[in-house]
């Protein structure tokens, strides 16, 4: 769940320094109008869009692994993939963009500001006091992963998102971000992405398919491995975080079934 925690980052960053996620994404590597991933945005990145070919399945030979196992500088990693498809054109699920989003944050802020900014900006405003990022060997936190939090701390997360944006009075995230977030892109199953938050919403080739079909179409959430979870279900004002380590291959563990349960306890 790292990943949408890094997206909450960016929406603050953009919010605060004004940072455009519709231009070319601020990459040193990409800098050249002549290379290919120069047209990659922000916008491609928080969606999965961006094009480039990073394998992200749990193999040998991918990717994914190879960056958060033996790469010391995930980012620079990720940012030296050639491109295989046209940015914006297709979702890819890549762990490698969310570790761009992060080093783009580090150099907007500058060392100093960065290591404080998700401390300062948000986990100590919405009380999430136990909660841990780690770096990778080159200082910059790991976006795509190793966040580390209790229970309490990740449904504090979810009900910032459940409030708009809103804790205690204070206005941590703008709403214009939050809307963004549950918009949907051509990504995974047609319109079931946002900002590297899964939507709970019909996909657009086929309207009678949701992933939960028996939670309401607004339900949006951050999906950790082995079938970490936080819901957002505005609908119903709810908001559930379930941590666990579920070892089946597709990390199924009956979430629909069981926010049903909980929706009918409340109503």
């Not at 480039?52 to 500088?73: H, N, Q, T, W």
């Not at 998700?118 to 966040?147: C, H, Q, R, W």
């Not at 999906?223 to 380590?245: C, D, T, Y």
């Amino acid at each position: 769940m790292a990943k949408s925690i890094t997206s909450t980052l960016m929406g603050i960053l953009v919010q605060e320094k004004g940072l455009n996620i519709d231009e070319p994404a601020p990459v040193p590597e990409w800098i050249n109008i002549n290379d290919p991933r120069h047209n990659i945005t922000t916008r491609n990145l928080l969606q999965q869009t961006s094009g480039l070919d990073f394998k992200e399945p749990y193999s040998a030979s991918s990717d994914v692994l190879r960056m958060l196992f033996i790469e010391g500088d995930m980012a620079q990693y990720t940012t030296s993939l050639p491109l295989k498809d046209e940015p914006g054109s297709k979702f890819v699920y890549s762990s490698g963009n969310t570790n761009i989003l992060s080093r783009i944050i580090r150099q907007q802020l500058g060392d100093k500001e960065y290591y404080s900014f998700p401390y300062e900006k948000l986990f100590y405003k919405i009380g999430m006091n136990s909660f841990v990022m780690e770096v990778d060997a080159s200082g910059t936190f790991v976006g795509s992963s190793y966040a580390w939090g209790t229970a309490r701390d990740w449904a504090r997360y979810g009900l910032l998102y459940y409030n708009r944006g809103v804790f205690n009075n204070e206005r941590i995230l703008s709403e214009d971000w939050i809307d963004q977030t549950v918009a949907s892109s051509d990504g995974y199953g047609g319109g079931r992405y946002g900002f590297q938050f899964y939507l709970n919403k019909p996909a657009t080739k086929d309207t009678t398919k949701r992933r939960f079909p028996n939670v309401p179409s607004d339900t949006f959430y951050a999906a950790g491995v082995q079938g970490q979870h936080v819901f957002i279900v505005p609908s119903e004002k709810l908001v559930v975080a379930r941590l666990g380590a579920t070892t089946a291959s597709d990390y199924e563990w009956g979430a629909d079934e069981f926010l049903q349960a909980v929706i009918n306890s409340i109503e």
